[in-house]
Nanobody, 123 residues
């Protein structure tokens, strides 16, 4: 089973940038689909972005298109989320998730979640 550890969160002013990293371990990483989710205080967890094993297929939530970029380095077993032009309403705990089932749109079955990394965007 894959294990995930996120890092890179922190405090940033509105309009600033952060890059999150999700490092995977375990045999099940190979072929996995990875996504980033976020959960703001008092709100449900929401999908942010995901990509397939090769990295050629990517999906973004409408709210982050043009500002966030997801990528992966399979040699390092790491998935990145570059976040630019951050907004205060994007303050949340950011989680990465992995699954083996194909498809980027449906995340009903997740094989592993990371512990999350907090992001605070001040106005």
């Amino acid at each position: 089973q894959v294990q995930l550890i996120e890092s890179g969160g922190g405090w940033v002013q509105a309009g600033g940038s952060l890059r999150l990293s999700c490092v995977a371990s375990g045999r099940s990483y190979s072929g996995s689909i990875i996504a980033w989710f976020r959960q703001a205080p008092g709100k449900e967890r929401e999908f942010v972005s995901g990509l397939n094993w090769s990295g050629y297929s990517r999906l973004y939530a409408d709210s982050v298109k043009g500002r966030f970029t997801i990528s992966r380095d399979n040699g390092k077993k790491t998935v990145y989320l570059q976040m630019n032009s951050l907004k205060p309403e994007e303050t949340a705990v950011y989680y990465c998730a992995a699954k083996s089932q194909p498809g980027l749109q449906h995340w009903d079955t997740v094989d592993a979640w990371g512990q999350g990394t907090p992001v605070t965007v001040s106005s």
